[in-house]
């Protein structure tokens, strides 16, 4: 791996890693951050429609997909992780389309997927599933 790819890929995951940790905090504690756009917080998840319980299941799953990528070894589990990323982000994505939010609110989201993209191409091969299965 060129010293180039290593250097995208730390950079786009230690920005996905803060970006969902952040958030999976923030979700955990059931807290809205003053002047923050819609989620992850209460009001947030409320104006998208969803049951307050739902903040608890985010912050676990985000928490844990934070740990996985970040962990050597277990190449698999952050196969799952990328994936359940992806999955939660556009999931989120096309929440905010559904209840017609602006494409500020949009961005984050989206910029998270983005990471998760250049995360996952530019990974190094010891992060990589073995394919001879």
Known sequence: MSKRNKIIYWIATVWL???MGATGVQQ?????LEGALSPPGVYGIKELGYPLYFLTILGVWKILSVIALLVPKFPLVKEWAYAGIVF??????FSHLAVAHTLAELFPAGLLLVLTGLSWYFRPIERKVNEKF
């Open 88 to 93: 939660l982000l556009t999931g989120a994505i």
């Open 28 to 32: 955990l504690m059931k807290v809205q």
């Open 17 to 19: 890693c803060a970006g």
